[in-house]
């Protein structure tokens, strides 16, 4: 199997049963008819006050609130977790070890989509958390050297998730044998020190990029746990208002959504051909500037429709940025669906071959050693449509979020207002999606 | 123009770039004035509404910068 295995899949060209302008016509109708039923339909704030209502089946209680069962699944996580490290040192091909597949397409993919469906389980799972209850760096067993600044926000977690998506992305690292093994070692270095120097708690809330990442997520989810600990059901979306604005946050969003849509872009026959002739350093250099350029783009198109906003309530662009940077979440899962929907659902086959033969030495632990990657599980065409309907929903819940959050804030007619140019910037992104995807 | 001719999308963005900066440039002029209804108060944090100290740098809340108070010298 080749590194090609694991570029990043859109489903390739797909013939269109009609023109892709009229597929782009039709979601953005969709996202304007959206917006206009919710003028009309939603005039009050459903989603901001809306409180988890717990699930009272008393098996249910016993078991989410069982440590014992916590503990099997910390300890499944950290098992995991090591066995990726140790073939991620292996010096063999990509797809000859369990590493690239679970750190790529079943951790940043698969597990991105499952955040979404179930809540927060990677809380559950978190390797680098369990490590943390494990040394005790919670008070009071442990007194952090210093508290947390709150200035720094989620800056570090920004910072870092934008380290992972360059290595994925735009570095030549992954195909280089044991260069994932280096970067998961050094990422956990970097964790235990954070947690070592503010605290478990405040360093998995602040600095742990895929902490931070995957619980954004995870509010989209109708499933939570609740204070006590037990499950609790709630409207779809309803989790995200609930997020806390902090320094770095609506960094952090940007760079998840200019990534994925960058790694689309990065496949056109346009990005292609003007990179095909370019050295290996040339190539890094140039993807490396179209990361940067895409996160930026996106965060001055959504600066530029909060500007607006702004400008209609007379108030700063920044802060109305940040208090309507959860709107963008539903739109990084779109993306994230969109974009390797078939990557996960092909290429993550891999994993059920490598899994009973993780290091790549020869094993058939669970008798899948045999597996056959079936390519067509999924066909191009109904991946076009799976890669629609995200875009399309995606945008509807961020218009639904920002929409909820608008009229919370404003007067109803100030909220409309409010409304324009960020759905203006909706219609770019969801344009801008599907020629992408489209443009494979 | 060897852009446009690549038939990738990238003219269709173009058109559209352009058509939704000038929605944008359209609705930024047209933004009216009058009374900051929902914005809120001077002595709240815009951030997250939390109650704002006097001469605060930071919001204790949130942790970001909180806006200058006019108050204040300086």
């Known amino acids: 199997m080749t590194v090609g295995l694991l570029a990043h899949g859109l489903g390739g060209r797909v013939d269109l049963p009609v023109p892709r302008g009229l597929f782009v016509f039709g979601a953005v109708t969709a996202l304007i008819v959206s917006f206009v039923a919710l003028a009309v339909l939603w005039p009050e704030p459903r989603l901001e006050k809306r409180r988890p209502r717990p699930i009272r089946a008393a098996w249910l209680r016993s078991v989410m609130s069982s440590a014992v069962l916590g503990w099997v699944v910390r300890a499944a996580g950290l098992v995991v977790f090591g066995v990726t490290t140790l073939a991620a040192f292996r010096p063999v091909g990509p797809t000859d070890t369990i590493a690239p597949v679970m750190v790529f397409i079943w951790f940043w993919v698969g597990l991105a989509i499952l955040q979404a469906v179930f809540g927060n389980v990677w809380a559950a799972l978190s390797p680098w958390d369990t490590l943390g209850r494990l040394l005790q760096l919670d008070p009071p067993a442990y007194r952090p050297p210093r508290a947390y600044p709150k200035a720094l926000g989620r800056w570090p977690a920004a910072v870092l998730l934008f380290g992972f998506v360059w290595f994925e992305l735009a570095s030549p690292l992954p195909e280089e044998p044991r260069a994932l093994g280096i970067a998961i070692v050094a990422y956990t270095a970097i964790t235990v020190a954070g947690m070592a120097a503010f605290g478990r708690a405040a360093w998995l809330e602040n600095g742990e990029a895929f902490g931070v990442y995957f619980g954004l997520l995870g509010r989209i989810s109708p499933l939570v746990r609740d204070d006590e600990g037990l499950l609790a059901i709630r409207p779809v979306l309803s989790g995200l208002p609930h997020v806390e604005p902090r320094p770095g946050l609506l960094a952090l969003i940007v760079v998840a959504l200019g990534s994925t849509t960058f790694d689309g872009l990065s496949r056109t026959t346009w990005w292609l051909d003007a990179t095909a002739s370019l050295t290996q350093g040339a190539t890094v250099a140039a993807a490396t500037a179209g990361l940067l350029g895409t996160i930026l783009a996106v965060a001055a198109v959504y600066s530029g429709a909060m500007a607006v906003a702004a400008g209609v309530v007379e108030a700063s662009w920044h802060p109305l940025a940040v208090r309507f940077a959860h709107s963008l979440v539903p739109i990084v899962l779109a993306y994230v669906v969109a974009h390797y929907f078939s990557f996960l659902l092909i290429e993550g086959q891999i994993g059920l071959n490598r899994i009973s033969d993780p290091l790549g030495l020869g094993w058939n632990l669970f008798g899948t050693a045999g597996w056959r990657v079936n390519l067509t599980i999924v066909s191009a065409t109904t991946t076009w449509y799976v890669q629609v309907a995200a875009i399309v929903l995606g945008h509807i819940g961020g218009v639904v979020l920002a929409h909820d959050r608008a009229i919370a804030l404003f007067d109803r007619s100030r909220a409309m207002r409010t409304q324009y140019a960020l759905l203006a910037a909706m219609v770019l992104f969801t344009a801008t999606g599907l020629l992408i995807l489209s443009g494979g | ?74």
């Not at chain 2, 914005?39 to 944090?45: E, F, N």
């Open chain 2, 1 to 74: 123009m060897s852009v446009l001719a690549h038939g990738s999308g990238i003219d269709d963005l173009i058109v559209l770039v352009a058509a939704v900066g000038t929605f944008l440039l359209v609705s930024g002029l047209r933004r009216r004035r009058g009374a900051d209804a929902g914005a809120p108060a001077s002595d709240r944090c815009p951030y997250c509404d939390s109650p704002l100290e006097p001469d605060a740098v930071r919001c204790d809340g949130c942790g970001f910068l909180a806006p200058r108070n006019p108050a204040r010298p300086g």
